[in-house]
């Protein structure tokens, strides 16, 4: 029985096809081997073989982020130092 194939348009950013690319021809693959590897996957597993979210940072990013604004802002006073010698120098110190 004869297989038949069928042709699939898509647009993609040219600096991700160029990337995936690159990824795929160290790997041994072209990208509609990957495509169709995709696909066969998701026929598989009925539904998208990987997780999808939306990343959110953590309490600690956020708590982070925060810190770094009222740094910023002039809320909260730290010292600055010129270079690394000198935060060395001040990390090393009794004081």
Do not use: H, W
């Not at 990824?23 to 693959?29: M, R």
């Not at 509609?32 to 979210?53: H, Y």
């Amino acid at each position: 029985m004869a297989s038949l194939t069928t042709a699939l348009n898509v647009n993609v950013d040219a600096k991700t096809k160029k990337e995936a690319t690159d990824i795929l021809k160290g790997l041994g693959l072209n990208m509609s081997t990957a495509i169709n590897m995709f696909l066969a996957q998701i026929v598989k597993r009925d539904g998208i073989p990987f997780e999808i979210t939306n990343p959110k940072p953590s309490k600690e990013t956020i708590e982070a982020l925060k810190e770094a604004e009222d740094i910023i802002s002039g809320k909260v006073k730290t010292k600055g130092y010129r270079d690394m010698t000198e935060l060395r120098k001040a990390l090393l110190s009794d004081d």
